[in-house]
């Protein structure tokens, strides 16, 4: 686990080899949250670590509705703030745990001299957000970035997170915490994507000439990337973008 100071009262903690990572903003009113890991003895592990008290916090910003993102909430007594669509996701899970508050497609929140921009994409999950700290230049895309690793594709929705991909350096952000992995920056995002339409593009010409899955999948030139983790899901990414490009034909 590594607790990054990024700026004055901005707390990135990432956990390379576990679960999702976490933010903390220090506010004139309090702490701000953004995702809570997969469990409540995994949240409370990180808010030791980096020195904050569940009671400290005075709003939690879920980026979507994964478990590995929401299994801390029930820790905080204290506002939840998430798309609409990720409070839907949640409808089964306990009310301490759910979203009090939710936005549509936008939201600003000013908070204790503090700024936050809350923006739905969908691509990931089809609640996947992001916020921005548009003072302190520092974005955190929830799963939307995979740093160091192949991302999870399985209920995304490949052109529109390729999409969301695309936008995000319209931000210019000068840290940028990941969903999984390290610290990074735009450079990681485009790394990403390279990946996502290489395999995207060499899937649908297979699609195209009628090949099979099997086939598809023993094709040499599909891009490997030496260092990423999470190999196991090369080949099941492979098989997300198949269905979807027949299911479009």
Not at 127 to 155: H, N, T
Not at 164 to 188: M, N
Not at 231 to 236: I, M
């Amino acid at each position: 686990m590594n607790i990054v100071k990024v700026r004055p009262g901005v707390i990135a903690v990432d956990r390379p080899g576990a679960t999702s990572n976490v933010a903390f903003v220090r506010t004139g009113e309090g702490v701000v949250v953004i995702d809570t890991t997969s469990k409540p003895e995994e949240m409370k592990d990180v808010l030791n670590n980096a020195g904050i008290a569940a009671s400290d916090a005075i709003l939690v910003i879920i980026t979507h509705a994964d478990p590995d993102h929401i299994g801390g909430n029930k820790l905080f007594d204290c506002p939840i703030l998430a798309h609409r669509l990720t409070r839907e996701r949640m409808a089964k899970r306990p009310k301490g745990e759910q979203p009090t508050e939710t936005f549509e497609s936008e939201q600003v929140v000013e908070i204790g001299g503090v700024r936050f921009e809350l923006t739905h994409k969908g691509g990931h999950k089809v609640d996947a957000s992001v916020v921005w700290l548009p003072e302190q230049r520092i974005l955190f895309p929830g799963d939307l970035v995979f740093e160091g690793r192949y991302p999870y594709m399985l209920q995304s929705d490949v052109p529109t997170w390729m999409d969301a991909l695309r936008w995000l350096p319209s931000f210019g952000a000068e840290v940028i915490l990941p969903g999984h992995g390290t610290l990074c920056g735009d450079k990681e995002v485009a790394l990403q994507l390279e990946y996502m339409e290489a395999t995207w593009n060499c899937t649908a010409d297979h699609v195209r000439q009628g090949h099979g899955l099997k086939k598809t999948l023993n094709d040499p030139d599909y891009p490997r990337y030496e260092g990423w983790l999470r190999e196991n899901l090369f080949e099941k990414n492979i098989e997300v973008m198949y269905e979807q490009l027949k299911e479009v034909g």
